[in-house]
C-alpha cells in the first residue's frame, strides 16, 4: 500500500547509484511508493529516463567528481527550498566491476579501464584499487559532507549501502570487501558524531541482491597463482548472483524499515505507524542475510560503544547548538 507521508510538505530523499538493475533504482521506485519525493541520480541521466517517466525527479551525478556533486547540491537545495533533506541514500557506483581510470592504449587512442574488483589480492592492481576506493569510499565521505547542511536541517538520516562483503573474508574480493569494510567503520563513527545535531546514520548490510554487478567474463592470467583453480574463480565471479533476492523484494524490505522502523509488526499496518519511526543503526537484508548475521555475531551489534563515547567527549554538549 503506497503511504503519502507528510501530505502537501513530502519528505525527500536523494539516492545515488540509480542505474536500471541495481539496489540504488529499486530504492528510488519503493520510495517513490512509498510517498516521499525521491531525487534519483546516476552518471548518465538518460539511463534512468524510465524513473522520470513516473514521476521522480532525475539529475546527473558522476560520484567521484567534486564539481559534479557541488552541481547536484546546489540543484537540490533549490528544488527543496527551504525545506532540508529527509533521507541520504548513498550507493556506491563501482560494487564488483565498474568504470576506471582512463588510459591510453597501444595505438594511443583513449579507453575507460574496467575495474577488476573480483580479483586475487596477490593480482590486483594498484590503480584499480586506489578507483574502487574513490568511489566505493572516498566518494561517499565527500557526497555525505556536501549534503550535511540540508540532512541537520531536516534532521535526516543518511543510509550507507554496506555489504556482507565487508564483514566476511570472500574470496578474490579483497578490495572491494576493504572499501565496504571501511565504509562500515566510517558509518559507525559517523553516527555517533552526527547524533547531537539528529542525524540519524543507517548501514544496510547487503547480502546476495539482483543487480548487473557480476555480469563480465573476467578471467585470470596465466601466470596467476590461482590459475590452477581458474574455473573456482570462474564460478566465484558470477557467486553473489546464485540465488540472489530480487532487487525490488530487497528494497520493499529496507524502505519499510527505514520510514516504519525494524519491528517485525511493521508490516502489518504500517500506515499508522509514525513517519519517523527509529530504524536500528545495522539493516541485514539479503540472500542468506539471516544465517550470516548469526554466524558473524551481527546479533551482538546494538552499539554499545555509541553511548560510551559520547559521553567520554561529551559529545552531547552540542544538542541545541545549531
Known sequence: MSVNLHVGNRM?????????????HALAREFHRNGLRVFATARKRQDIADLEDEGIETWSLVVDDDESVKSCYAEIKTRLKEKGLDYLGSKSGAPIYGLGPIHTSQNGRLRLALLDCTIPAADVDLAEARATFDTNF?????????FLPLLIQARGTIVQIGSIAGVIPYVFGSVYNASKAALHSFSDSLRVELAPFGVKVVTIITGGVQSRISRNEQTLAPSSLYHPVASEYARRVQHSQEGAMAS??????????????SAPWRWLRPWLLPAYATPKSWIWEGNRIGVLWLLTGGWTWWGLFDGVFTRMFNLWKLKGTI
Open 248 to 261: 525490488d523484494v530487497f528494497a520493499r524490505s529496507v524502505v519499510s524499515q527505514l520510514l516504519y522502523g
Open 138 to 146: 572516498f566518494a561517499v565521505i565527500n557526497i555525505c559532507q556536501t
Open 12 to 24: 525527500s530523499v536523494l539516492i545515488t547509484g540509480c542505474s536500471p538493475g541495481g539496489i540504488g
